[in-house]
């Protein structure tokens, strides 16, 4: 066993190109854009981060929408849980930094 420093973390491209934040809104600002893919109310959803699992309703994530689309963070890691960008009659959507994503469905 040897000490763990951690070097080398973050340097992914996607963490660098999103970091210099400053404001960002609640998960809420998902609501519109996400109910246009879904057709449901995904204010309700709940998600996991696959960073530190932290696992909360879908309102809670930071979201950054400054960035070409937005990205929303988990509130406790930082850790990029999912970006959406809409255009061209078009919506990409990366869920990548969620276990899943679990919406009622009534
Ligand atoms: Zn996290």
Known sequence: MGPDTGAGAGTRAEAVV???????????????????????DVT?????CTACGLAGPLP????????PGAVAR???????????VLGNGTAWLDLRGTVGLRVPLA
């Open 44 to 48: 309700r959803a709940a998600v996991r």
């Open 74 to 84: 988990c509130p406790r890691c930082e850790h990029v849980v999912l970006r959406l």
């Open 18 to 40: 999103y970091e210099d934040t400053g404001a960002y809104q609640d998960g809420n600002a998902l609501a519109g854009p996400l109910s246009e893919v879904f057709g449901v």
């Open 60 to 67: 809670r994530l930071r979201v950054y929408t400054h960035a």
